[in-house]
């Protein structure tokens, strides 16, 4: 039995919190057979990405809306004992999930994942969501470990801009007030085995190394919320900047 108290009570003064053994070991085998399956499923192009490698081959980088393309991740997700962090954080009894991915991180082309705040993505009034990111593989600082600017919260949701990399990814733009400030928290490194679960809140700044090893650095992620509201202007705004910048690409 977990202690959901003492969860929440670290992720409330870290803004992040470590689940050992999230998953078992028999369940990680069957959620890889599935990636194997949706690896070779026609996805929406919004929801599949690919890196080149030095052989100008396509390398799956990420896959997106995963829950929508698989019946076993909608169930696997869904029937994740993550209410009780939902109701300790936000003493909301109900939770909404979304955002599933995978996102690959494949040898020595895994690209690196700028630092961000998830509800510049999500656009909830109150940010009152979680995301579960839970490691296919052991990730450490070599094969693309994440990162945490611990208690960095208290900012607030920062300024995003495009970042180019990644199809639809923002990153925090770099201001001079931004780099002042982030100087206060420190920055920590996260090494996980498979099947441990990361969690953190929706305005922790954060993001991830690249992959250069000769190993995969796999995790799928989604995200949960209590029943906040979508701040439909700046879900309308961060939409247009998007679209402004994805069409100077073309």
């Not at 995969?216 to 309308?236: E, P, T, Y």
Request: net charge positive; with cysteine.
């Amino acid at each position: 039995m977990r202690d959901y108290k003492k969860i929440v009570e670290t992720l409330t003064n870290n803004n992040f919190v470590i689940i050992k053994n999230f998953f078992t070991q028999n369940t990680l085998r069957i959620i890889k057979s599935e990636i194997k399956k949706l690896e070779k499923k026609d996805l929406n192009k919004r929801d599949k990405h690919y890196v080149l490698n030095d052989k100008n081959q396509n390398v799956l980088s990420s896959m997106h809306n995963i829950h929508l393309y698989s019946k076993f991740y909608k169930d696997l997700i869904s029937e994740c004992d993550l209410k009780h962090v939902i109701l300790e954080r936000y003493g909301s009894r109900s939770k909404r999930i979304f955002n599933a991915s995978l996102f690959a991180k494949p040898k020595s082309y895994g690209l690196p994942t700028k630092i961000h705040q998830d509800n510049a993505f999500f656009n909830l009034e109150n940010a009152e969501a979680l995301t579960c990111w839970v490691a296919l593989d052991s990730s450490n600082k070599r094969n693309g470990s994440l990162f945490y600017y611990k208690g960095s919260s208290e900012l607030g949701l920062q300024n995003h801009i495009p970042e180019g990399n990644l199809g639809a990814s923002m990153t925090i733009e770099q201001s001079t007030s931004f780099l002042k400030n982030i100087k206060k928290y420190k920055k920590i490194y996260i090494d996980v085995k498979p099947g441990d679960c990361v969690i953190h809140d929706a305005l922790v700044v954060h993001g991830s190394e690249g992959n250069k090893s000769s190993t995969n650095r796999r995790a799928i992620n989604f995200s949960i919320s209590s029943l906040d509201k979508v701040d439909k202007i700046k879900l309308k705004i961060y939409k247009d900047k998007l679209r402004k910048f994805l069409n100077k690409k073309k």
